[in-house]
Structures are given as structure tokens and as C-alpha cells.
């Protein structure tokens, strides 16, 4: 079961233990995990993790960190679609709200999946959808 969706440096964060995931945020993706349950990665992540490591911003190995994570059994982080379901969705996180595509992918995955997001970002934080952070 998805228990919530990570935003990208939620799930950069966490899967290089970051300090500045916060405790709160860590906590709940280490309960998740030893519940058996998994948070959702938007494909959007996969696609800002590939273009920040391309400007130098993270470590250039960070997609092959997470397609390993993705393959391990005991890992809590999986992939989540990106269909015509969810776009439907999209309409229902405003752009005027969170303008950033991204961003707002993201949410609209936590819409459709009905879970938290897990972010930091106050634009997201600033709407109606349950955050952890």
C-alpha cells in the first residue's frame, strides 16, 4: 500500500540520509518501511533527478541509487504511474498555487493515491493536501 508520495528531494534526501530531510519526514518514511507499506516516486522525480545531476546540483549516480532502491525488496520507495487517471487529477492542485509542473505533478499524485505528500516546499505546503515535513 502507498502511504504517501515523496517529492525529489525528499526521496534524494532520504536515500542518502541526508540532515536536512527532516526528522519528522524521516521518522514517518522508516515506520512506513518497517509497516510494509511503500511511498510513491512520481516519474516526474526521476526525470528532475536526471536534469539536476546533468547541472551538477546532485551526485550524477543518484538515478542509479534509485533504480536499485526500486529493485530492492525491502526498499519503501516505488514507482508510481503517471497516467490519464492522474492527469485528470491535476486540475484539482491549482497553478496558481503551485505553479512549478513538477511540483504540482507530485501533488496531484498524492491526490489520486488520497495520501500526505512528503515536502518541505511551502507553496505545496500552503494547500489544502495533507504534508508531512
Known amino acids: 500500500m502507498i502511504a504517501a508520495v515523496a517529492d525529489t528531494h525528499t526521496v534524494v534526501w532520504y ?15 522508516d515506520r512506513v518501511a518497517q509497516q510494509g507499506d511503500a511511498i510513491g516516486v512520481s516519474p516526474i522525480t526521476l526525470i528532475e533527478i536526471v536534469y539536476l545531476a546533468e547541472k551538477g546540483r546532485i551526485h550524477s549516480h543518484t538515478l542509479t541509487s ?3 532502491a526500486f529493485r530492492s525488496s525491502d526498499s519503501v520507495l516505488v514507482e508510481v504511474p503517471l497516467n490519464l487517471d492522474l492527469a485528470q487529477v491535476l486540475h484539482q492542485v491549482a497553478w496558481t498555487a503551485v505553479p512549478d509542473m513538477p511540483d504540482r505533478i507530485i501533488a496531484a499524485t498524492a491526490l489520486y493515491f488520497r495520501v500526505p505528500v512528503i515536502s518541505r516546499d511551502a507553496k505545496i505546503q500552503a494547500t489544502n493536501l495533507q504534508t508531512i515535513w
Do not use: E, G, N, V
Open 15 to 29: 536515500l542518502y540520509d541526508d540532515r536536512r530531510l527532516s526528522p519528522t519526514a524521516s521518522a514517518f518514511m
Open 66 to 68: 534509485i533504480a536499485t
